[in-house]
């Protein structure tokens, strides 16, 4: 037996807003988070100067010294981000988050940056542990979020880490999903979050996949588009609140959408190179788990990195599944790449557009790579559209992919 589960609250910190009146003001004036980071010139090598910050987070001050010492930026982020999506549930500070019923998946793409580089120029350039605090570790460990969000709400049920790059966000829902679903937990934390960092803009610049556009950094990233040059790394959290659809009814909660549907694989080819055959089986999961045919689907909400091997194999992959006349778009053009956030992010904000009907162009998609597959590339000033079913997709490198299906409710 299983049981319907439901999205009863969420909220997000974007480079675009803070909240989602700001983020869909930003997405309508085609607002573009990107821009160029000083410190990053300093680096010999690196050629990316470009990034997409939030410019405008505070640490709330209610957080107690005590409450948040273990947590870096990442943590931060994701704490906040769930306390406002717990506020919007009308669970915050219920006994429902400490009594065992409530479960916490939730991922990032690493741990604090911060703390890595405190722990490491330590050890290894001063060769010394003072510097090193109790605390160095669970800001730098792989899953601090789920750790310090568990923690700090006081949750007892199931934690559970997703630390798998691109889909940390997208496998903390699906995974929440599914121990709803399968009668684990009654309520889920779920979400990814991500902190600037310019190892991360490092990690693509090696290989050769960010964008160079320093002078030019409004137009780029440019998912899809003929003259896209690559990555630009983002910051962010989100968080869906998850629960049985029963007692949803019983609490009387509001219900922003069904989460149907949940796919996810393995290319089990490559590290770096996307596979079409496991992105097309990531969303034919996602279909079959729903019991929906690929007709049902109004809309996707693409991974669309603006790399030219992920455009061309994620455009591919999706023609394969639905044919040409799917509406599709990429949020990177908008927020950059969130890495650990972005599947949460972009599955906030594509909730948020369903209830709207209104989907966001993929920013700075002027003329469509014809080397991408002929799909139905949202661009432009965006598109009005009434869908029942929404697909959000997330590709990671590690062959990892990951698809969900959410019906919208009202």
């Known amino acids: 037996m299983t049981r ?3 999205v009863t609250g969420m909220a997000g910190l974007s480079p675009i807003g803070l909240d989602w009146p700001m983020v869909f003001e930003s997405l309508k004036a085609h607002r573009s988070a990107v821009q ?3 410190d ?7 050629r990316t100067h470009l990034a997409a910050p939030i410019e405008d987070f505070e640490v709330p001050k209610h957080y107690s010294r005590k409450s948040i010492r273990a ?5 931060l982020l994701a704490t906040r981000a769930t306390e406002l ?3 919007d549930a009308g669970l915050l500070g219920t006994s429902h988050v400490t009594d065992g019923r409530m479960g916490v998946a939730y991922g990032s793409g690493t741990g604090s940056p911060t703390a890595h580089q405190v722990f490491f120029e330590n050890l290894h350039v001063h060769k010394r542990l003072k510097g090193i605090s109790s605390t160095t570790y669970i800001k730098m460990m792989s899953h601090t979020c789920v750790a310090n969000l568990g923690n700090f709400f006081k949750v007892k049920g199931r934690i559970i880490p997703t630390c798998s790059a691109c889909t940390s966000g997208s496998q903390g829902i699906g995974y929440a999903y599914e121990s709803i679903k399968y009668g684990q937990q009654d309520f889920m934390i779920a979400g990814g979050a991500e902190e600037l960092s310019v190892s991360e803009a490092v990690m693509f610049d090696v290989l050769y996949a960010t964008s160079t556009k320093n002078k030019n950094p409004k137009q780029t990233p440019a998912p899809f ?3 896209r040059d690559g990555v630009v790394i983002g910051e962010g959290a989100a968080t869906l609140i998850l629960e049985n659809l029963e007692s949803a009814q019983e609490r009387g909660a509001a219900i922003y959408a069904e989460l149907v549907g949940y796919g996810a694989n393995s290319d089990g080819e490559h590290l770096t190179a996307p596979a079409v055959s496991g992105m097309k089986q990531a969303m034919l999961l996602a279909l079959e788990d729903a019991n929906l045919t690929p007709e049902a689907i109004g809309y996707v909400n693409a991974h669309g990195t603006a790399t030219e091997v992920g455009d061309i194999a994620e455009s591919e992959a999706t023609w394969l599944v639905f044919g040409e006349h799917i509406p599709i778009s990429s949020l990177k053009g908008h927020i950059g790449h969130t890495m650990g956030g972005c599947g949460a992010l972009e599955t906030w904000m594509t909730l948020h557009m369903a209830r709207e009907n209104w989907f966001a162009p993929t920013l700075n998609l002027n003329e469509v790579d014809p080397l991408c597959s002929s799909i139905d590339y949202i661009k432009d000033e965006g598109r009005q559209l009434d869908v029942e079913y929404m697909m959000c997709n997330n590709f990671a490198f590690g062959g990892v992919n990951t698809s969900l299906i959410f019906k919208k409710l009202v």
């Open 4 to 6: 319907q589960v439901v």
């Open 36 to 38: 160029i980071m000083p």
């Open 40 to 46: 990053w010139k300093e680096i010999d090598g690196l």
């Open 71 to 75: 947590m870096g930026r990442v943590s």
């Open 85 to 87: 999506a717990l506020e």
């Open 225 to 227: 588009d003929k003259n």
